[in-house]
T-cell receptor, first 113, second 109 residues
Framework: IAGITQAPTSQILAAGRRMTLRCTQD?????MYWYRQDLGLGLRLIHY???????GKGEVPDGYSVSRANTDDFPLTLASAVPSQTSVYFC????????????FGPGTRLTVL | GQNIDQPTEMTATEGAIVQINCTYQ??????LFWYQQHAGEAPTFLSY??LDGLEEKGRFSSFLSRSKGYSYLLLKELQMKDSASYLC??????????WGAGTKLIIKP
């Protein structure tokens, strides 16, 4: 692996189902983030983790949960999906340079019907 | 509230120069980032400004004025591959990035 990977690439999900989006990075970055991107809106932070073992809420955390058991992995779980969670989800990480620049995974396109 | 404003869409001609503006109102300031995002792809990092002035990186330059809450991204010698959305983001006092909605740049031959 080089950089950040996300899985699945895309998913169609029935409302009410549980879904986990996976994110893995191999850059040994301390911080990781989950964003959602909707047409006409800027990226919105869902949850973040500054280091393994800690997590925090972003701008739009409701309906989502995260865990950070180790440095590399940062899964995002939708406990009971709703149509308003239809979006493109990006995972990012930072901590490898002086500017703390965030680097993004390829994204997961999720449709909730 | 916190706010990042950038034009929704701009059109420019191949070979020309275009300037994309970004104004911001945030709680605190710890740097401003520009990202490029091609349709259907992830944002990729272009530039970072934390001090006033111009940062040049090849065909791309980024300018910051903290007193005016203003930045611009300057793209020279435009190429068709520069057709993309350009995202402005400011790191606030909580060290989180606040994102603009992005400027879609259309390059015409």
């Amino acid at each position: 692996i080089a950089g950040i990977t996300q899985a699945p690439t895309s998913q169609i999900l029935a409302a009410g189902r549980r879904m986990t989006l996976r994110c893995t990075q191999d850059m040994r970055h301390n911080a990781m983030y989950w964003y959602r991107q909707d047409l006409g809106l800027g990226l919105r932070l869902i949850h973040y983790s500054n280091t393994a073992g800690t997590t925090g809420k972003g701008e739009v955390p409701d309906g989502y949960s995260v865990s950070r058991a180790n440095t590399d992995d940062f899964p995002l779980t939708l406990a009971s999906a709703v149509p308003s969670q239809t979006s493109v989800y990006f995972c990012a990480s930072s901590g490898g340079d002086a500017t703390d620049t965030q680097y993004f995974g390829p994204g997961t396109r999720l449709t909730v019907l | 509230g916190q706010n990042i404003d950038q034009p929704t869409e701009m059109t420019a001609t191949e070979g020309a120069i275009v300037q994309i503006n970004c104004t911001y109102q945030t709680s605190g300031f710890n740097g401003l980032f520009w990202y490029q995002q091609h349709a259907g792809e992830a944002p990729t990092f272009l530039s970072y400004n934390v001090l006033d002035g111009l940062e040049e990186k090849g065909r791309f330059s980024s300018f910051l004025s903290r007193s005016k809450g203003y930045s611009y991204l300057l793209l020279k010698e435009l190429q068709m591959k520069d057709s993309a959305s350009y995202l402005c983001a400011v790191r606030d006092s909580n060290y989180q990035l606040i994102w603009g909605a992005g400027t879609k740049l259309i390059i015409k031959p």
